[in-house]
């Protein structure tokens, strides 16, 4: 019976798929292309203009972040200087 109804599902399964469309050969202008082999251009900027975005931040926090290390490090260094002339 399992048997029997793995089959029936694997035939309806197999008719229900589409055929693929015939291949084009040749230059076809992309406003001739079926609207199933076009792509939207859409996502494909608004995504990369995204993660250019999110690069950036992350570079401008990272460079802010060690010019935070280095300005404490100097002023370190001043008040090293200020205390004892440069003892440790």
Do not use: C, H
Not at 70 to 84: F, I, P, S, W
Request: charged share 15%; aromatic share 8%.
């Amino acid at each position: 019976m399992a048997v029997l109804a793995l089959l029936l599902v694997a035939s309806a399964s197999r008719a229900s798929q589409a055929q693929p469309p015939p291949a084009i050969d040749g230059f076809v202008a992309a406003n001739d292309l079926p609207p199933t082999e076009q792509l939207p251009a859409a996502p494909f900027i608004v995504g990369a203009y995204s993660f250019f975005l999110v690069l950036m931040v992350g570079y401008v926090w990272s460079i802010g972040r060690r010019l935070n290390t280095v300005e404490k490090e100097m002023r370190t260094l001043e008040q090293r200087q200020a205390d004892g002339g440069g003892r440790r």
